[in-house]
Nanobody, 125 residues
Framework: QVQLAESGGGLVQAGGSLRLSCAAS????????MGWFRQAPGKEREFVGR????????YYENSVKGRFTIARDNAKNTVYLQMNSLKPENTAVYYC??????????????????WGQGTQVTVSP
């Protein structure tokens, strides 16, 4: 079983940047993908992007392409979400999640097994 802990959230003005971290512990050897999701008040949780644990290939939801970057540090079992040019509509609780299946061929935003508790990101106008 994998435990995930997000950090780095906070309050930032529009146009600013934040870097979120997601530290994994437990069965990290089984991680195939790590994804980032967010849930704004009154809305459903949505997929932001993901990174493959082996190889580091990334995939992003269209609205964050060019502004958000996902990177990993395998030695620290940590994945980062660098968010630039933040907008008020990016305000949400951000979650990381991992897929521990040996192989997966479905949608990039589906198939995750373990989730963190989330970290609040608030972007002021």
């Amino acid at each position: 079983q994998v435990q995930l802990a997000e950090s780095g959230g906070g309050l930032v003005q529009a146009g600013g940047s934040l870097r979120l971290s997601c530290a994994a512990s437990g069965g990290t050897f089984s991680i195939n993908r790590m994804g980032w999701f967010r849930q704004a008040p009154g809305k459903e949780r949505e997929f932001v992007g993901r990174i493959r644990w082996s190889g580091g290939a990334t995939y992003y939801e269209n609205s964050v392409k060019g502004r958000f970057t996902i990177a990993r540090d395998n030695a620290k079992n940590t994945v980062y979400l660098q968010m630039n040019s933040l907008k008020p509509e990016n305000t949400a609780v951000y979650y990381c999640a991992v897929d521990t299946k040996a192989s997966y061929s479905g949608a990039a935003g589906a198939g995750y097994d373990y989730w963190g508790q989330g970290t609040q990101v608030t972007v002021s106008p």
